[in-house]
Structure formats: C-alpha cells, structure tokens
C-alpha cells in the first residue's frame, strides 16, 4: 500500500496529513521527499498527522528519525499528530514516544508551535 501525503497550511506551520503506510521503499522514500523539499524551502515547522497510518516497519521509523533530525538541523521542528494504537505502541517500545512532541488534538500541536 502506497503512502498518500497531502499537504496544508496552518498558518506558520505545515500540516502534513499522511495516508497509508510507511515502510521501505516508496513510501519512506516519499515522506523524506515531502519534508527535505519544505525544509529546503523554509519551511521548518511541520506536524505530521499519523491518523491515517496503518503500519510503519523499522525503515519507517528510520525515516522519522532522520526527519526529525533534519528539521531539528534547520532550526525547526517535527511534531506527530493522532498516532494510532499501532503506532503509538511502536514508539513506545522504541522509545522514541519521548523524543517526539506528540499531541492528540490538532489545535494543541499548533499552539505548541509558538
């Protein structure tokens, strides 16, 4: 299954809603894209909104770390919106729930912003 990524603007802030799965391949290859491409042009304050993840394997989880690092390099930062229960037991036994600010409610996260 494909990852599907739309893209919005949530005033400074872009709101990356993803759709599918992250996994090796395509889909990572994908989500990196997205975020290097904003980053590349200025835009470092990105949520990304997991709602719609189903599954992400061990390349996915890669991908978030270098995301965050990337973000992070270019003075911004990376938010996770809306983990499912898959997700957020992956991060969890990673131990990765603590590095990432995660958030349940989409106006928090944007708040959380400022």
Known sequence: ??????QRQAG???VLDLDGEVRIGDSATALRSAIRDLVAGGSNRILLNLAGVKYIDSSGIGELIANYTTVGRA?????LLNLTEKVQDLLVITKLLTVFDVYDNEAEALSSFK
Do not use: H, R, S
Request: hydrophobic content about 50%; cysteine-free; charged content about 20%.
């Open 1 to 6: 299954m494909a990852l599907n990524i739309k």
């Open 12 to 14: 400074d802030v872009v």
């Open 75 to 79: 003075g911004g930062q990376l938010k």
